[in-house]
T-cell receptor, first 116, second 116 residues
Framework: AQKITQTQPGMFVQEKEAVTLDCTYD???????LFWYKQPSSGEMIFLIY??????QNATEGRYSLNFQKARKSANLVISASQLGDSAMYFC?????????????FGTGTRLTIIP | GAGVSQSPSNKVTEKGKDVELRCDPI?????LYWYRQSLGQGLEFLIY????????KSGLPSDRFSAERTGGSVSTLTIQRTQQEDSAVYLC??????????????FGSGTRLTVV
C-alpha cells in the first residue's frame, strides 16, 4: 500500500485563484510529521510547510496553509492567491519512526500550472 | 557552506563503470538521506543515515548500490557496474535530528547521472 497518495498528477489554475493540492497518508505510528515541498523546473526541493501529528492547529506559512484532517488521514496544501511563480511540482511527504530509525516517504507529486 | 553540497552536479558514465556520488550535509546535521528521482517522477528512497549508522538500507535497488558515511558528515553513494536504468537525479537531504521537533529537511541540488 502507498504510504503517501497524491491523486492529482496535474492541475491548471487561473492566476490569483486559490488551489488545493490533495494528499492522503497511511501510517500506524502515532507520532509523525507531514511536509510539503515545491520543486520548480530548476530541480531544487524547496520546503514549504510542516504539520506535526499532535499539532492542534493547521499549519500556515504566508500564502500556504495545510488542511490537516487527522481522522481522514488527509493533509491537503492550500495556496491562496496563486501566482505564476507557483507553477512547479509539489510533493507531499511523511516522516514516521523513532530517532535513529526514521523514514521520510514522498508521494508521486502534482504538477501545478498557473495560467495567466 | 550554508547548504547541502552534492558533487558532481552532472556525471556521464559508460555502462559497466563504477561511479561515486558525494554529499556534504550541513554541519551538525546528524540525519542524512539519499533519494533517486527519475525524469518526471517522484522521489524514491534509497538509504538513511543517523550519524554514521544506516539503520534502513531497504531502499537500495540492488547490491550494486552501497553507501557510507564517515565522521557523521560526508556521505558517498557508490554504484558499481552502472546500468542505463540507473540514470536519474540523485538527491541528498540532511536534518539536524529526527522526530517531529524539526520542521524540514534541506536538500542538495542533486547529481544528474547519465549512463550511456
Amino acid at each position: 500500500a502507498q504510504k503517501i497518495t497524491q491523486t492529482q498528477p496535474g492541475m491548471f489554475v487561473q492566476e490569483k485563484e486559490a488551489v488545493t493540492l490533495d494528499c492522503t497518508y497511511d501510517t500506524s505510528d502515532p507520532s509523525y510529521g507531514l511536509f510539503w515541498y515545491k520543486q520548480p523546473s530548476s530541480g531544487e526541493m524547496i520546503f514549504l510547510i510542516y504539520q506535526g501529528s499532535y499539532d492542534q492547529q493547521n499549519a500556515t506559512e504566508g500564502r500556504y496553509s495545510l488542511n490537516f484532517q487527522k481522522a481522514r488521514k488527509s493533509a491537503n496544501l492550500v495556496i491562496s492567491a496563486s501566482q505564476l511563480g507557483d507553477s512547479a511540482m509539489y510533493f507531499c511527504a511523511m516522516r514516521e519512526g523513532n530517532f535513529g530509525n526514521e523514514k521520510l516517504t514522498f508521494g508521486t507529486g502534482t504538477r501545478l500550472t498557473i495560467i495567466p | 557552506g550554508a547548504g547541502v553540497s552534492q558533487s558532481p552536479s552532472n556525471k556521464v558514465t559508460e555502462k559497466g563503470k563504477d561511479v561515486e556520488l558525494r554529499c556534504d550535509p550541513i554541519s551538525g546535521h546528524t540525519a542524512l538521506y539519499w533519494y533517486r528521482q527519475s525524469l518526471g517522477q517522484g522521489l524514491e528512497f534509497l538509504i538513511y543515515f543517523q550519524g554514521n549508522s544506516a539503520p534502513d538500507k531497504s531502499g537500495l535497488p540492488s547490491d550494486r548500490f552501497s553507501a557510507e558515511r564517515t565522521g557523521g558528515s560526508v556521505s558517498t553513494l557508490t554504484i558499481q557496474r552502472t546500468q542505463q536504468e540507473d540514470s536519474a537525479v540523485y538527491l541528498c537531504a540532511s536534518s539536524p535530528w529526527a522526530r517531529a521537533q524539526y520542521y524540514g529537511y534541506t536538500f542538495g541540488s542533486g547529481t544528474r547521472l547519465t549512463v550511456v
